[in-house]
């Protein structure tokens, strides 16, 4: 079961979940799309499996990453939880959201990713990086606290 599952309050239920966007393994792919390209080229064929094995070790940290952010509004919470052995938590009450912001450069406008910045009361600011669909996100915190 997911961490935000485990953990909601009674009388709470999600709203919605987002992810991280599949941006996030961009340098990863590119990395191995390289390698293949050399291990078919005459000669230098030893270094594109070089290259490859380099990527798969490139892969591992963005994957990580993927299968253990998970960020979550209900009808009383934000909860947002990544890591895996260090794992980092961040649960704000709805009521206690000042504001929320979002960050989208133009790529991240043309493919559905962006930051947002979660500000709470007592000074909490929380940054997300490369977040699928922000807006919506946003959307859907502000659609709980009104």
């Not at 079961?1 to 393994?25: C, K, Q, T």
């Not at 990580?64 to 979550?72: C, F, I, S």
């Not at 979002?102 to 947002?116: E, K, N, Y």
Request: glycine fraction near 10%.
């Amino acid at each position: 079961m997911s961490y935000i599952g485990e953990n909601l309050l009674p009388d709470e239920h999600v709203v919605y979940r987002a992810e991280l966007h599949w941006i996030i393994f961009a340098r990863a792919i590119l990395v191995l799309v390289v390698g293949l390209v050399l291990v078919f080229v005459p000669r230098i064929g030893q270094a594109g499996l070089v290259v490859l094995l380099l990527g798969v070790v490139i892969l591992v940290p963005p994957f990580v990453a993927y299968r253990t952010t998970e960020l979550g509004v209900t009808n009383k919470r934000v909860i947002v939880k990544t890591g895996l052995i260090r794992r980092r938590t961040l649960e704000l009450l709805l009521r206690q959201v000042e504001a929320i912001s979002v960050d989208q450069s133009l790529l991240g406008r043309l493919l559905g990713f962006g930051s947002i910045t979660l500000t709470g009361t007592g000074g909490v600011r929380e940054v997300f990086h490369r977040v699928r669909d922000p807006l919506e996100l946003r959307r859907r915190i502000h659609g709980q606290v009104a």
